[in-house]
């Protein structure tokens, strides 16, 4: 029986990875498993400690725009397992006396980060805006630098509900970055294709210096996420 660090390794050098099967999987959950074990990011995560594949996506958002800085102050919204949190960290030296602040909020429950302040709470819920506030005036000095969103509504299989439900996150999380960004600070926010309100876009644009449509390379071809990238807050 294969090792899955061994069809990690064989994954990285190219070859495709057949999962042994399993009676009691179903075919969604086959071909799941034979997507993780051949994707390079899965690997490539597992080998520098990331806690997903998702960090690789930050990573060259990062790269591209510039989001981070030294002593920087950032709120990571739908932060679990915890990916995106340690490139944050990582990129501001959170961890290191002198560096940058960073607050994580995730409905689960994550692990510890060393550098990150983890609240545990349903971003949409009535107190989460007040509690998040109090969070970053209290590590952050009352104004982020950069907000993230990797969050993603539940999927219902429904077209149309599922791009009202994305539709309304993506407007709670830039109802809220404009109220908690100092200026010219930057907005990174998951949504999908045909799932961004003109409107939305339109304010961006009143607000910031630049907005973007962005699909990471780390981002899986068959995937209609895309980021919004919105920089040069104006205050």
Known sequence: ???????????????????????????????????????????????????????????????KFRLFRRGRRIVDLGAAPGGWTQVAVERTGA??????????????????????ELL?????AETAEAAIKAAIKASLGGAADVVLSDMAAPATGHR??????????AEAVVAFA??????????VTKTFHGATAPELVAL?????????????????SGSAEIYLVATGFRG
């Open 160 to 169: 149309d509900t599922d791009r009202l439900r994305a539709e309304v996150l």
């Open 95 to 116: 961890a290191d006396p002198g560096g940058g602040c960073v607050v994580a909020v995730d409905l689960l429950a994550m692990d510890p980060i060393a550098g990150a």
């Open 178 to 187: 404009r109220d908690v960004l100092a200026p010219g600070g930057a907005l």
């Open 1 to 63: 029986m294969t090792s899955d660090g061994g069809a990690a390794g064989r994954a990285r050098r190219g070859k495709t990875v057949k999962p042994m099967r399993d009676r009691t999987r179903t075919a969604s959950s086959q071909r799941w498993l034979e997507r993780q074990l051949n994707d390079p990011y899965v690997a490539e995560a597992r080998r520098t400690g990331y806690r997903s594949r998702a960090a690789f996506k930050l990573i060259q958002l990062d790269d």
């Open 120 to 124: 545990r709470l349903d971003f949409l």
């Open 204 to 220: 961006l644009k009143r607000d910031f210096a630049e907005v973007r449509h962005v699909k990471p390379a780390a981002s899986r």
